[in-house]
């Protein structure tokens, strides 16, 4: 089982950028597809972003054109970069790996990290 710990989150101000990563440990993420997920205060969590085995990508539509998610297998690391940010991206994002090619569901995923909190003020 893949050890995964998300860095990098912050409060900030709306427009502001963060950049999320994501390092795996006792095991290698090169066959995995990696997502990105989102939970916000009394609301489910959510699909934000994943990237394949390949370097497909998918995206929210609340993500497409904001953010963007990327791997560098040999530092076993994922990252996501959010630009533009607004309120509503306001949650605690959690990274996870799963073997179902660009999955954006959650019960695909089997390895999940603690999760690191945005908050983005307006």
């Known amino acids: 089982q893949v050890q995964l710990v998300e860095s990098g989150g912050g409060s900030v101000q709306a427009g502001d950028s963060l950049r999320l990563s994501c390092v795996a440990s006792?095991?290698?993420?090169?066959?995995?597809?990696m997502g990105w997920f989102r939970q916000a205060p009394g609301k489910e969590r959510e699909f934000v972003a994943s990237?394949?085995?390949?370097?497909?990508?998918r995206y929210a539509d609340s993500a497409q054109g904001r953010f963007a998610i990327s791997r560098v297998n040999a530092k076993n690391t994922v990252y996501l970069r959010m630009n533009s940010l607004k309120p509503e991206d306001t949650a605690v994002y959690y990274c996870?790996?799963?073997?179902?090619?660009?999955?954006?569901?959650?019960?695909?995923?089997?390895?999940w990290g603690q999760g690191t909190q945005v908050t983005v003020s307006a």
């Open positions: 990237v394949s085995r390949n370097n497909f990508e």
């Open positions: 006792g095991g290698f993420i090169s066959s995995s597809t």
């Open positions: 996870a790996s799963t073997n179902v090619p660009l999955s954006i569901s959650l019960p695909d995923y089997r390895d």
